[in-house]
Antibody, heavy 123, light 107 residues
Framework: QVTLRESGPALVKPTQTLTLTCTFS??????????VTWIRQPPGKALEWLAL???????YFSSSLRTRLTISKDTSKNQVVLTMTNMDPADTATYFC???????????????WGQGTLVTVSS | DIQMTQSPSSLFASVGDRVTITCRAS??????LSWYQQKSGQVPKLLIE???SLQSGVPLRFHGSGSGAEFTLTISSLQPADFATYFC?????????FGPGTTLYIK
């Protein structure tokens, strides 16, 4: 059974850096085709794709947020960490981590999601 | 980046109705499109990937079609559980962008 769980602060101040950890089980990022994605959703709004890291440590980012994001993995701990710098109230959202397999030359749909963690940016 | 649009943004329908949601990509993405259902307060659920491949356990009343840059999600006979927001996502190239969503309301 695949599970993912996000952890991190519920509240950050403007200009601070957000660090979120995704702890997963049921699959390994050592295995070909496995990828973990971060997605966010402001209250009442659409999903926004943020970043992805794959089994080969290749990393992909949202074009609009590229300069503010980093993503890394610790396969020994089954964790993926996302950092976002210079947080702003507009970054208030629920942040999800999820599994995005890549079994062929293209990505599959997101087949497993964490429950999400609400991050509020406010002074 | 590939931009995704959806129409309509909201839709009022009744139980038993047949509804169709359209998703368009700003360029051809082949068949690399997924559909998700998100109920209020819940996590999105993958319904369909590769434009028409129904996920295990998803009712057969959900049908996805299309290729290139235009795709549709059809629900053949709406059930109370289907009133939710639906998002499309292209999985052709990163960033793997989502559509803005279509919310289905009970008429």
């Amino acid at each position: 059974q695949v599970t993912l769980r996000e952890s991190g602060p519920a509240l950050v101040k403007p200009t601070q850096t957000l660090t979120l950890t995704c702890t997963f089980s049921g699959f390994s990022l050592n295995n070909n085709g496995m990828c973990v994605t971060w997605i966010r959703q402001p209250p009442g709004k659409a999903l926004e794709w943020l970043a992805l890291i794959d089994w080969d440590d290749d990393k992909y980012f949202s074009s609009s947020l590229r300069t503010r994001l980093t993503i890394s993995k610790d396969t020994s701990k089954n964790q993926v960490v996302l950092t976002m710098t210079n947080m702003d109230p507009a970054d208030t959202a629920t942040y999800f981590c999820a599994r995005t397999p890549k079994y062929t030359s293209s990505w599959s749909g997101i087949d497993s999601w964490g429950q999400g963690t609400l991050v509020t940016v406010s002074s | 980046d590939i931009q995704m649009t959806q129409s309509p943004s909201s839709l009022f329908a009744s139980v038993g109705d047949r509804v169709t949601i359209t998703c368009r990509a700003s360029q051809s993405i082949g068949h690399l499109l997924s559909w998700y259902q998100q109920k209020s307060g819940q996590v999105p659920k993958l319904l369909i990937e590769d434009a028409s491949s129904l996920q295990s356990g998803v009712p057969l009343r959900f049908h996805g079609s299309g290729s290139g840059a235009e795709f549709t999600l059809t629900i053949s006979s709406l059930q109370p559980a289907d009133f939710a927001t639906y998002f499309c996502q292209q999985t052709y190239s990163t960033p793997l962008t989502f559509g803005p969503g279509t919310t289905l309301y009970i008429k």
